[in-house]
Structures are given as structure tokens and as C-alpha cells.
């Protein structure tokens, strides 16, 4: 019996040797790693952290606090390296490791780091999305920002670049739906205008495929959002068009008043005019001939229709 307890004494002599001996070499890698992490070398610092935690692991109770402080600085490595990778432009692989920081982060109990990762992945997807568009893949774009929105809904800028991702689909409502939600959350200056050209860009396709009412009911949707001169232009033309001359007056003053510098404010100045004339209206008529009388293309016609009407 008493050579049986000393055998057990001796197998728990040596296991404690051997704990010891292991949680030295643990603690050994752990500092290779930080020479690593100091020298820049991120890849090898967190490969080091990782095998130190596992050494450590298998040390038990003597092991814990190295491992507590891998599973610190482990999450925080893996995130340094996911936003080296976003400043390379590397996004894919980026969002790829902001995936595993989140999950590492979560696993470790690092709420901060988990917090941080998951407000890069919108941001990241946001800028790549940047990137599509500028080599007009507009479906790429679409979806990364359709994936992006739904992770931060509240973004003014992501909705933005969702209505323009899907503008260059040809997706004209569910553009302005993405709009109109960018103007929701902050972005309502550039959302509204964004708006008004989707539905200018509507008017004037309208206009010349001949179909005037839907014209006149673009034109005057994409004025609801903002001064857009041209949407007062294509309503009166189209309103002329339809044969209704008080609403093309009326939408061709607006543009004169919206841009009175236009190229082509004196040419509609004297259609307003004409329009008048015939509408029995002389004083208006005089009103707006007497605006082109020094146009030198048309001034004489101008002049002739004045003395007409005295």
C-alpha cells in the first residue's frame, strides 16, 4: 500500500513538472508573438497568440490568465488586419475577416471588437459598392448596398447609393424608394435632387416618344423635389403639345424665372408671348415681345407682333 502512495506521488510530482514546463513554453510563444505584433508583423504575431492559447489551454487552472490574455488581444490583431486590408482595397478579403472578427470577438467576449468589425462590414460594403458604380456595374453595386442597408438601416449615405446604384438599372421607383429613405435619415438635400432628375430623365423620354400627358406628370413630379428648371421646360413643351396653352404659359414662365439666362430663354419668352396673343391676352403678349426685341434672331418678328397689337 505504501508503494502504491508513493507511485502516485510520483506520477503527480512529474504531471506538475510537466504543467510547468508546458505554460513555460506557452508563456514563451505568447512573447514571440508580441515581438512579432511590435515589429509589424501581424500574421505571424496572431499565428503565435493562437498557439500560445492552445498551449496554455492545455496547462489548466495554471494556464487560465495566459489565456485570458490571448483571447484579449486576439480578436484586435485579427481586426487590425482586416482594416489593412480595406486601406489595400482588398475588400472582399476584408469583409471575409471582419466576419471572423465578429464571430472570434463574440467567442472571446470581446464586445468592442465584435462592435467595431460589424460597423466596418456596412462601411466596407458601402465603398466597394463606390467602386462598382464608378465602372457602372450597377446590379454589383445594388446588391452590396441592398446587403449593406439591411445591416444598417438607418444610413442616409448607403440608401443613397442604393437609389443611384438602382437609377443605373433603369429601376426608377424602387430608386426612389431608396431616395426617398436616404432623405429620411439626414441625406434629404441630394436624395431629393437625385429624385427630381430621375423623374426629369422620365419626362423628357416621355416627351419624345410623344407621350405627352405622362410627360407633363413626370415634369411636374420632378419639380415637387427641387428648382428644376428643365422640368418646366419639357412640362410647357409638352403642355403646348397637348394643346393646353394656360398650362404651357404657365410652365414656361416658371422656367423663364427658374433660369432667365437660359440660351433659349428668349425663344421661349416669345412663344409665351405668342401664346398670349392668341389667347386674346395683349398686355401680356405686349408684356413678353418687348423681352426678345433685341434678340438678333428674334427682335424684327418681335417688333412686327408690337405693332400688331397697337
Not at 504531471?15 to 513554453?25: E, F, H, N, P, V
Amino acid at each position: 500500500m505504501k508503494k502504491i502512495l508513493l507511485t502516485l506521488a510520483a506520477v503527480v510530482l512529474s504531471a506538475g513538472l510537466l504543467s510547468a514546463q508546458d505554460l513555460s513554453q506557452a508563456t514563451e510563444t505568447a512573447k514571440m508573438a508580441n515581438e512579432s505584433l511590435v515589429a509589424g508583423n501581424k500574421a505571424l504575431a496572431l499565428t503565435g497568440f493562437q498557439e500560445a492559447l492552445a498551449q496554455a489551454a492545455a496547462c489548466g487552472a495554471d494556464g487560465e490568465e495566459l489565456v485570458a490574455t490571448c483571447k484579449g488581444v486576439i480578436p484586435n490583431i485579427m481586426l487590425s488586419i482586416a482594416k489593412d486590408l480595406i486601406k489595400e482595397d482588398k475588400f472582399d478579403e476584408a469583409l471575409t475577416q471582419l466576419d471572423a472578427v465578429v464571430a472570434k470577438a463574440k467567442e472571446y467576449g470581446d464586445a468592442d471588437a465584435a462592435e467595431e468589425a460589424a460597423t466596418l462590414i456596412p462601411q466596407t460594403m458601402l465603398v466597394k459598392a463606390g467602386d462598382l458604380l464608378k465602372v457602372k456595374d450597377f446590379a454589383g453595386a445594388a446588391d452590396l448596398c441592398q446587403k449593406a442597408l439591411a445591416l444598417d438601416p438607418d444610413s442616409g449615405i448607403i440608401a443613397l447609393r442604393l437609389g443611384q446604384a438602382l437609377s443605373g438599372t433603369g429601376k426608377v421607383e424602387e430608386a426612389v424608394a431608396a431616395f426617398e429613405t436616404a432623405a429620411k435619415n439626414g441625406q434629404e438635400e441630394m436624395a431629393n435632387k437625385q429624385i427630381s432628375n430621375l423623374y426629369l430623365k422620365k419626362a423628357a423620354a416621355a416627351l419624345k416618344g410623344a407621350k405627352y400627358a405622362d410627360a407633363v406628370a413626370a415634369a411636374t413630379k420632378a419639380a415637387e423635389f427641387g428648382d428644376n428648371a428643365q422640368a418646366f421646360l419639357v412640362a410647357g413643351q409638352a403642355s403646348q403639345k397637348l394643346g393646353k396653352n394656360n398650362d404651357a404659359i404657365k410652365h414656361f414662365e416658371k422656367y423663364l424665372e427658374a433660369a432667365p439666362k437660359a440660351k433659349n430663354a428668349n425663344a421661349i419668352a416669345f412663344t409665351v408671348a405668342a401664346l398670349y396673343q392668341k389667347a386674346g391676352n395683349k398686355a401680356k403678349a405686349a408684356e413678353f415681345y418687348k423681352k426678345v426685341v433685341g434678340d438678333p434672331q428674334l427682335g424684327a418678328q418681335a417688333k412686327q407682333q408690337l405693332d400688331a397689337l397697337k
